[in-house]
């Protein structure tokens, strides 16, 4: 989705524009429960799910090509498989970076190629709210700065269903910074106080490429900017202005311009994402740099043993 969130919908309690759309939320809420129960499972291959119910930002890609590296590493063929947005093609690009990856407008029709060229699991990045598909292992992720938001359901909030669904699912991922860490994990526990929760925090691998005395400047088209910023300001990087553009931003010539300019107005350097420098297509600048970055799960034992 293409789109800046409403800052209202990250505030700690709902304001007016969320009351005022909360009928509209209600709505939504009643005709999901209305939604049919997935339909297809094939005992062909093993399907993970990653998904949120925070819309954006929250992780599921970083946590895809981490289970893919660790099934890789267990000599089992895995593969990745997205639904096909045309607004999405930076995620899709990180994905083929990292493995093979299965991409249509049906999820299911993805899953039947992937069946097809003989892989034994298949991780969906998206799709838990997909009512097509009965997983066999599905995890939810957060983002620890976001969380909920202000807890309610779009458009008067950020999530796509209510939190009390997280009754109906095992796993959990918590990923970003660690604030918040146990007022969060004591809120899940008490809507299920069995299902299992995965801590995760994103490094950076490629440190030696910057220096650190320098001054720089960050911008990002993802869905939590401030996470990117508050990590590379954990790692000692100097940021005196940081810029943040809608999640899945197509980047224009006069954006990268802009960027420029005004770097060199502050006399800094520039920084942004991975994901960000894949969407810039032929528009890349010599001197936009990017962080890459991999998400650390601290029970990494774990979670190998969930997923294997």
């Known amino acids: 989705m293409k789109f800046k969130k409403p800052k209202f919908w990250d505030y700690k309690k709902p304001n007016l524009f969320a009351y005022i759309l909360k009928p509209v939320s209600f709505i939504i809420e009643i005709i999901n429960s209305f939604k049919k ?150 809120k899940v526990l008490n809507i299920n106080p069995e299902i299992n929760i995965h801590i995760g925090e994103y490094i950076p691998l490629n440190l030696n490429e910057f220096n650190r005395q320098d001054n720089y400047l960050v911008f990002s088209g993802i869905g939590n900017h401030q996470t990117f910023v508050s990590m590379i300001k954990n790692y000692g990087f100097k940021v005196i202005e940081d810029i943040e553009y809608p999640d899945h931003y197509s980047y224009t010539n006069t954006d990268i311009d802009n960027i420029i300019i005004r770097s060199e107005n502050l006399r800094s350097k520039i920084i942004t994402t991975e994901k960000d420098y894949l969407r810039m297509g032929q528009k890349k600048n010599l001197k936009i740099k990017f962080v890459r970055s991999y998400l650390k799960i601290l029970d990494e034992k774990k979670l190998i043993d969930t997923i294997t």
């Not at 297809?40 to 590296?69: A, H, P």
């Not at 498989?81 to 999820?107: A, M, P, T, V």
């Not at 009754?167 to 660690?178: A, D, E, F, R, S």
């Open 37 to 186: 129960k997935p339909l297809f499972k094939n005992k062909e291959i093993k399907t993970i799910c990653v998904g949120n119910i925070y819309i954006g930002g929250t992780g599921k890609t970083s946590f895809c090509i981490l289970i893919n590296d660790i099934l890789t590493k267990k000599g089992i063929k895995s593969c990745f498989i997205k639904k096909f947005y045309s607004n999405q093609i930076d995620e899709q690009r990180l994905l083929e970076n990292k493995g093979k990856l299965f991409s249509s407008y049906k999820r299911k029709e993805a899953l039947d190629q992937a069946i097809k060229e003989g892989y034994k699991v298949a991780i969906f990045d998206d799709g838990l709210q997909d009512g097509t598909i009965s997983f066999d292992l599905s995890f939810v992720c957060f983002n620890k700065s976001n969380w909920i938001g202000n807890g309610l359901i779009i458009p008067a909030g950020p999530l796509r269903e209510n939190l009390n669904k997280l009754k109906k699912y095992q796993h959990i991922v918590l990923n970003g910074n660690v604030e918040n860490i146990e007022y969060i994990k004591k």
